[in-house]
């Protein structure tokens, strides 16, 4: 079964920096492209970032520059890294999966840029 599980969250300072985790377990993680969406509260959930499996990247125009995605198929894990953090990445992040015709989604943790 597929298992999402991310960690890194927590209350930043604007101009900060916080780096995201997310621990897969339940299938061949390398076999897969990840993404990091995020949710900002009355707001639809948006997409951020993806990574495909030879770690080509793609990022929403308003994380260019400042996120970086990366993966470690060694440790069945993908990061999100977020440099130069703004009250408007505020929101729950969440990594992402589809696996055949199913979608997986981890439990989210919640980013606060505030000062």
């Known amino acids: 079964q597929v298992h999402l599980v991310e960690s890194g969250g927590g209350l930043v300072q604007p101009g900060g920096s916080l780096r995201l985790s997310c621990a897969a377990t339940?299938?061949?993680?390398?076999?897969?492209?990840m993404g990091w969406y995020r949710q900002a509260p009355g707001k639809q959930r948006e997409l951020v970032a993806t990574i495909t499996t030879g770690s080509s990247t793609n990022y929403a125009d308003s994380v260019k520059g400042r996120f970086t995605i990366s993966r470690d198929n060694g440790k069945n894990t993908v990061y999100l890294q977020m440099n130069s953090l703004k009250p408007e990445d505020t929101a729950v992040y969440y990594c992402h999966i589809v696996v055949g015709t199913f979608d997986y989604w981890g439990q989210g943790t919640q980013v606060t840029v505030s000062s």
């Open positions: 339940g299938y061949i993680f390398r076999n897969y492209p």
